[in-house]
């Protein structure tokens, strides 16, 4: 790949380039890793997108909704990116986040470019995939950029910390399913979407957004953001409603984080927050890639497994004997 021809059609918005550049960043090749590094930083950072992370279960409503906000937006003259981390696309074998077909509207915009999850095992690897697909995507000069994600584990607190705004979908429930919201996930939130806002759930959708409301303002107060926030709203993806008035609420925010200096805050806090989880993963990757370190941790992992030795002390040692002169 030529980094300096690839670069300057990605800069210009080409969607092709944008394409093969992601396809670059996913590779774990010794080389690709060194072409897209010098690709990410003749890019440069100029450019800044609106980056929203959006979880929820499978069968909220994730495609659909992100098809009708998706749209709305492209209606609005942005240029819209949709990324997908899938912590279960390794194990199903197949992806089922950020897949065309089922935003079959959108995929067809000439200012929405949707990019599937990569079928990779490690969430570090998805992560850090992510990232710079972002980073790409705002070179490209995209406006807002859509990472979705399921309701599960680490894959949201991984694209918590990746996007400005982190939203929560959720579908209409009652007093139990409410209680089973993982708190976690209530306290990164920073708006709730009650989706399938319509027809026979309509009322009952109303009820959980004021619920969630209230659990939202109970389990935290960010002192950074507005009072009225964290807010929970009600939005049909279905039949399009209620999406532009919660676009108004997530402008809102933004706007005041901008103004109040949260926005530029969070994101130095991210940066923070991915040095080191770099450092870690970076380390762990080298220590199993050397034959002596691997053998040691098989043999110490096996004295722990057989009870001869306290998972601490079998740890002290390995790292005891890193550091030996
Ligand atoms: P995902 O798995 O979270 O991506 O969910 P989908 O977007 O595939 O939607 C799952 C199902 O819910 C589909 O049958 C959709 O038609 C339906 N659905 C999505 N949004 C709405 C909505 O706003 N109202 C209603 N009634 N159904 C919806």
Not at 214 to 219: C, H, V
Request: overall charge neutral; aromatic content about 4%; hydrophobic content about 45%.
């Amino acid at each position: 790949m030529d980094i300096a021809t690839t670069a300057e059609k990605l800069r210009a918005g080409d969607r092709r380039a944008l394409a093969r550049a992601i396809t670059l960043v996913e590779s774990t090749k010794a080389e690709d890793r060194a072409t897209a590094q010098a690709l990410l930083t003749k890019l440069g950072t100029d450019r800044a997108a609106l980056r929203i992370g959006l979880s929820g279960t499978p069968g909220v409503g994730k495609s659909t909704f992100i098809e009708a906000f998706g749209k709305m937006l492209t209606g609005l003259g942005k240029r819209v990116a949709v990324l997908a981390v899938d912590p279960s696309s390794a194990r199903s074998g197949g992806s089922i986040l950020g897949d065309k077909t089922r935003m079959d509207l959108l995929s067809r915009d000439p200012n929405a470019f949707i990019r599937p999850s990569p079928s990779q095992s490690q969430l570090g690897g998805v992560a850090r995939r992510t990232r710079e697909a972002i980073a790409l995507c705002e070179a490209a000069g995209f406006d807002v950029v859509l990472i979705e994600t399921v309701g599960v584990g680490q894959s949201e607190t991984a694209v918590a910390e990746m996007s400005d705004l982190f939203l929560l979908l959720l579908a209409p429930a009652g007093g139990d399913e409410l209680q089973g919201v993982k708190r976690g996930i209530m306290e990164t939130c920073d708006m709730i979407l009650v989706n399938k806002a319509d027809g026979d759930l309509r009322a009952q959708a109303t009820r959980t957004c004021a619920d969630y409301a209230g659990a939202l303002r109970l389990l935290r107060k960010r002192p950074q953001d507005p009072d009225d926030f964290p807010k929970a709203v009600a939005v049909s993806a279905l039949e399009d409603s209620g999406i532009a008035a919660a676009w108004d609420e997530m402008q809102a925010l933004v706007n005041w984080r901008r103004d109040s200096g949260v926005w530029a805050q969070r994101r130095t806090d991210q940066a923070r927050y991915w040095f080191h989880e770099e450092v870690r993963s970076g380390l762990l990757s080298r220590l199993t890639a050397d034959p002596a370190i691997k053998a040691q941790l098989a043999r110490l992992e096996e004295d722990v497994t057989a009870g001869k030795i306290r998972p601490a002390a079998a740890a002290d040692a390995l790292i005891a004997s890193l550091f030996k002169p």
